[in-house]
């Protein structure tokens, strides 16, 4: 029987030379929430210097300018760097994915959809986000339709990253609740909730400028 050397399931998934993490999982959280507030909080200081914007519409900048970050640096880390777990350099994000595989080992594994759908969220919807904080500041009338496009984006591939899981039977998920219920279920259905509120928020201001009437031409 082979000796199994890592904490990912299931239990034969080959990984060799799998190094454990070299940071705690109470320094991983608390880096990832002090980017959170500060970004966050810049951004809504930010966003105060433009009277003209809404609370909502500061709230939004502080989501996408967070969302934007999350996709790229964190999303494209796990893309761009094939043997994350063989990291022994205690290095942050490759620490905070051989922690977060304990609850999808796909990430480990290299799985084709995921590095895709990862790819696609980090290099196209990471960049779009700071993009259309930008639109929101300045107004710009295609904010609406970005801020709609991505929120789509989002949606879409959480709906398929949550069903390719259910069709396999949740076979590279850990069973714990902290793994299953709060890294995997939880975590990932924010992207699900925020951009249905997001989408709706578009929608009522879209639908709103469409339907005031024109002002006659004289």
Request: hydrophobic share 45%; proline share 5%; glycine share 6%.
């Amino acid at each position: 029987m082979a000796v199994r050397t890592h904490p990912y399931f299931p239990l034969d998934l080959h990984l060799p030379d799998y190094v454990p993490l070299q940071v705690d999982f109470d320094y991983i959280l608390g880096i990832f929430f002090l980017a959170v507030v500060v970004i966050s909080g810049s951004t809504w200081k930010l966003s105060g210097r433009h009277k003209h914007l809404s609370s909502t519409e500061r709230v939004l900048a502080c989501w996408f300018m967070v969302t934007g970050a999350i996709h790229f640096v964190i999303e494209g880390w796990v893309v761009a760097k094939a043997d994350f777990y063989k990291d022994a350099s205690g290095n942050y994000l490759s620490d905070t994915w051989k922690e977060y595989s304990k609850a999808d080992s796909r990430y480990a594994s290299r799985d084709t959809f995921i590095i895709s759908m990862e790819a696609i969220t980090a290099f196209l919807w990471g960049p779009l986000c700071p993009l259309l904080v930008h639109g929101i500041f300045s107004v710009k009338p295609w904010r609406y339709t970005l801020m709609t496009i991505i929120s789509v984006g989002q949606i879409y591939g959480d709906v398929l990253y949550f069903g390719t899981c259910f069709l396999e039977g949740f076979i590279h998920s850990r069973p714990e609740p902290l793994y299953f219920w709060f890294y995997f279920v939880i975590v990932n259905a924010i992207w699900i909730v925020v951009p249905f509120l997001c989408i709706g928020h578009a929608w009522g201001k879209i639908s709103t400028a469409v339907g005031k009437p024109k002002a006659k031409q004289t």
